[in-house]
Structure formats: C-alpha cells, structure tokens
C-alpha cells in the first residue's frame, strides 16, 4: 500500500568501506508502520570476501554473515499525510 507523505528524518552513518569487488549484504526492515508514522532501517554489511555463500531464508537472514562487518546504517522516518475530505 502506498501513501502519500513526507520525510521527516534521514540519516546515514558511514562506519567502514566496502572495496571494489567485494559483495555487501544488505539488510532493509520496517521497524514501525503506524497511522501517521513510519521508521525504516537499512544495514549494509561486507566480509572482504567475494561472497558471502548460501543464506537461507528467514533465520539466517535477519543476522548479518558471520565474520562480516558494518560498513553503513541508514535510518528513515515518514509522516504520512491525511486525504483531505470535500464535503
């Protein structure tokens, strides 16, 4: 469903690099999704490696690989707009 609004928050923390060539694994979550606000949070991380191997979902997935580490947070929060009524 999507729904008019505006942002009301953005942020990045930039905590590593991630070389040319490496892969990154990147994990987005809704960390809230109410009436009139909504809170978004993305992790990016990187093992130096060329890939990072098999990850099944959901388990595995919701935790970064083991021996990776963080190179960006990114964080979003949205004010969602009431439809004005004619009447």
Not at 13 to 27: L, N, P, Q
Not at 30 to 50: A, C, H, N
Not at 54 to 70: C, Y
Request: glycine letters at 12%; charged letters at 20%; a positive charge.
């Amino acid at each position: 469903m999507q729904r008019a609004g505006v942002s009301v928050e953005m942020n990045q923390t930039f905590c590593s690099a991630a070389r040319i060539g490496e892969w990154v694994w990147v994990h987005g979550a809704v960390l809230k999704y109410g009436r009139r606000l909504g809170f978004t949070e993305v992790r990016i991380f990187s093992r130096g490696e060329d890939t990072f191997g098999e990850i099944s979902v959901p388990a595995e997935a919701l935790a970064p690989p083991q021996g990776s580490r963080l190179v960006a947070v990114g964080r979003h929060t949205k004010a969602f707009v009431e439809a004005e009524s004619s009447g």
